[in-house]
């Protein structure tokens, strides 16, 4: 594969995988309660550490931050992977138009 296909192909990825980070997740209840509990027990987590372990959970949540970027760039790369080989299973159009909108997912 040509690696200029890849790397525009990987920002798209990337630039795709952040607007439904940044829209659609924000608008799932589950999303919302979960994020808000973790934040919750980071913060008495940093409460309660020493004062030379403080930056602690911040490196921490850095490393998980890019951790689920990884994982988040790996499981889209595979759901395309898996609507394509579905629509050749089901020979779906060649013409069928993709919807930009995040939040119709």
């Known amino acids: 594969m040509d690696n200029n296909f890849k790397c525009v192909f990987n920002q798209f990825v990337n630039q795709r995988t952040e607007v439904i980070a940044s829209i659609v997740l924000p608008l799932n209840r589950n999303y919302r309660k979960t994020k808000a509990e973790c934040d919750k027990i980071m913060e008495q987590i940093g409460d309660n550490l020493a004062e030379h372990s ?26 395309l992977k898996d609507g394509i080989a579905l629509a050749r299973i089901l020979d779906i159009d060649k013409e069928l138009v993709l919807d930009d909108n995040p939040q119709s997912i």
């Open 54 to 79: 403080k930056m602690l959970p911040s490196k921490y949540e850095e490393a998980l931050a890019e951790l689920q970027n990884i994982n988040d760039d790996v499981i889209y790369m595979q759901g």
